[in-house]
């Protein structure tokens, strides 16, 4: 199964994806987590330390790899078509942690020229050529807004998991990224509401998503706070935290499932 995580800036995008990345590991899943965001710091919400980040390539160091193994200059589709396997990723782009495989994306030097496109490029194409298996899982951690879904990064994944918070703001943000994700054929779009702190917040997320791809609630939990604060992963703080991410994890299969049996 191959799920991306967008949604407004700082709404838990990458709370959640480390979050579900760590559950499904527990569950003997193999998961490949993706840092998709320049600004990259699932590590942390998986867990990995800063130590064991040091050492690890961004990917998009893989050009030349791509080069070397190819031939071709714009090697790295073609690179993920001869290594489609989660597993021929090279280790020098990985780091594990409980049962979780983190790649991170990086930045494609560009001369300054500020431009994007490469890497969106290479998350497409990695996207696109990773086979995944039954007992696998890749979990993409995208950047804020919705710029990137308007070049098709997400094209291929199974699911488009859309992150809100009890207010307008983000679910304007929301809308948008629906219909731009719808736009480019992204066949499931799902909702997961964060930070819900009381009745209000409820409701009126009840009232607000489309209640047949809602996956479900993380509440305002005062240790996923605590866990950012130390660079722990809030998975590790257990709890109620881990109910609510079993509670998302259930619905999505149910949601995947009903879709499925539609076709
Ligand atoms: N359910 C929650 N309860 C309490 N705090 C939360 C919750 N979800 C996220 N946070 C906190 O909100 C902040 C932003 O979360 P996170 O980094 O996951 O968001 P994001 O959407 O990935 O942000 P960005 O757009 O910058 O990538 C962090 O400090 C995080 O600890
Ligand atoms: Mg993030």
Redesign the pocket.
Known sequence: MKIAIA??????????AGLLARSYADDGYRVLAVDA?P?A?LAS?IGISSEQLEGIEPISTMKKLAKERTGASEGYGSLFILNPKVDDLPERFCVHHKGVSLLLMGTVDQGGSGCVCPENTLVRNLMKHLLVGNDEVVIL?M??GIEHLGRATAESVDVLIV?VEAGKRSLQTAAQIEKLASDIGIRNIAYVA??VDGDADREFIMSSVPISRFLGM?????Q??G??RQGSS?YDAGGDILVEVQSIRRSLNDLLGRKASQH
């Open positions: 949604g407004k800036g700082g709404v838990g995008k990458t709370t959640l965001d600004d710091n919400s951690d950047e804020a992150v964060s930070k993380l509440s305002m939990h005062e996923i706070r866990a950012d809030p």
